[in-house]
């Protein structure tokens, strides 16, 4: 049989997703102090959306937190905020960005004390819906 995928990498420094599905963890275990850790979920091919879905949460409330971004397919332009995350309540939102082949970014943050089981996020890079067909033409008097 085929083996299973490998564990997603935990939390620590920066890593890049390109596989059409995937999954983020900030674990095995609690996330440390002073922590910053970023996941960059980049589309292989352009104009694919991004779909980000949480499983888990666990966060200090109010010290610690995940913030998700887009940004520009081209490199150029400033992130934008898409949402900052704090707490145990898993988010019931599906976060995505566009079909213009933008990345999406998550990040970590967490203070100098006091750390939680932080998060599970299972993420998808689908294509754009196809073009409708034409209409036909209107019907000659």
């Not at 059409?20 to 996330?31: D, F, H, K, R, V």
């Not at 970590?108 to 034409?134: C, M």
């Amino acid at each position: 049989p085929p083996s299973p995928p490998p564990p997603p990498p935990p939390c620590g420094g920066s890593m890049t997703l390109n596989a059409e599905s995937g999954m983020l963890t900030s674990g095995p275990g609690n996330y440390l102090d002073d922590a910053l850790c970023t996941w960059t979920i980049t589309p292989s091919d352009g104009a694919h959306s991004i779909h980000l879905q949480f499983t888990t949460f666990d966060m200090e409330n109010n010290y610690d937190y995940v913030r998700i971004f887009s940004k520009p397919a081209d490199g150029n332009g400033n992130r934008q905020l898409i949402a900052t995350l704090t707490g145990s309540t898993i988010p019931t939102t599906i976060y995505s960005v566009n079909e213009l082949g933008d990345s999406m970014v998550v990040e970590l943050t967490s203070d100098t004390s006091v750390t939680g089981a932080g998060f599970d996020a299972n993420y998808e890079i689908r294509p754009p819906p196809p073009s409708p067909p034409p209409s036909p033409p209107p019907p000659s008097p």
